[in-house]
């Protein structure tokens, strides 16, 4: 918590913008100047992407590019914020071994995929489970402090039913989220520069939800839960918008790395965490419309296709059906970014609209 020494000599780095403002910046230059050699240590070690065969036949130049680039990202994003945020606050804490033991998860998926040769990696059940554990025991934790959280979930466009408790059901709803959260980014991540920017927009409107859930005056002119301490959690925000910046760098077609599993695990995981200790967890599903769409069509593929033996895209993901009907990669992927700042701005929206 450098922050705590540097306001003994100045109080300006005890505002939380400023802290928010630094970390921004420190994320990127950390990631971008850490980027050049994280990829020709990656190249070193041969962790090249491994491409499934019955992807795109367009897909095919990129096999061998450097995978598990995820590994600078949570460098990126756990350093800043354990310098600049109060590591002494749960939703601190909570939020950065989410992004840690996420992504430890993703790492063994990648390195059974490149390492071991196995493009399926771990099983889906193995991974779920796991994942499932960790979100209840953060869970258990922040409930376990007096910091006033609840088991509340927020209703947003509705101003008669800000909330609703949901009791016992909560912690199996934190898992539907969080989880949930990571591997639609997981699934989203299949082309060059596609889940990072959508992420950093995503981000950066948490970290405004953040802010005001931290704040009693904001928060209560909003009518949103004021959760004490959930103000730090921002520079968390901050830190994966700049780290993701600072990733894009490398990552923007034709891309010089790629995540891999240990990216997209950890900062959907770190996400869907923020919706839930912000008290923010339907509105994820607008912020994130994009990671909603890609998972949505893998599910509506799988579901037709046993059901009725047709598939409702020519291929899953959704953004590999429109590779297919012809657009060019580029193409695809800037016109989803323009989708994902749509569903932000709506879910900035829901600030006013109650």
Known sequence: MLYLILSKYHRL?????????????MAFLLTVLLGPWFIKWLKHLQVGQVIRDDGPETHQIKEGTPTMGGVLI???VFVPAALWANLLVPYVQVTLAVLVLFGA???????????????KGVRGPVKFILEAAIVLAIVVYIVGFDTGYTTNVS????KRYTAVDIGWAYPIFAVLVISGAA?????????????????????????????????????????LPHIRGAGEVSIICAAMAGAGLGFLWFNAYP????????????????????????????????????FVMEAASVILQVVSFKLRGKRV??????????????????????????????????????????
């Open 13 to 25: 780095f005890e505002y939380l913008t400023v802290r928010i403002g630094i970390t921004a910046v």
């Open 313 to 354: 895209f020519r291929m899953a993901p959704l953004h590999h059906h429109f590779e297919l009907l012809g657009w060019s990669e580029p193409k695809v992927i800037v016109r989803f970014w323009i989708l994902a700042i749509i569903f932000s701005i709506l879910a900035l929206g829901t600030l006013k609209i109650r």
């Open 183 to 223: 591997n639609a980014v997981n699934l989203t991540d299949g082309l060059d520069g596609l889940a990072i920017a959508p992420f950093i927009i995503c981000s950066i409107t948490y970290l405004i939800f953040a802010y005001i859930a931290g704040r009693a005056d904001w928060s209560a002119y909003l009518l």
């Open 105 to 119: 998860i993703g790492l063994w998926d990648d390195y059974r995929k490149v390492v071991k040769r196995n493009a």
């Open 155 to 158: 209703i947003p466009f509705w």
């Open 255 to 290: 891309a010089e790395v790629f995540m891999g599993d240990v990216g997209s695990l950890a900062l959907g995981g770190a996400l869907g965490t923020v919706a839930v200790v912000t008290k923010q967890e339907l509105v994820l599903v607008i912020a994130g419309g994009l």
């Open 74 to 76: 949570i460098l990126g």
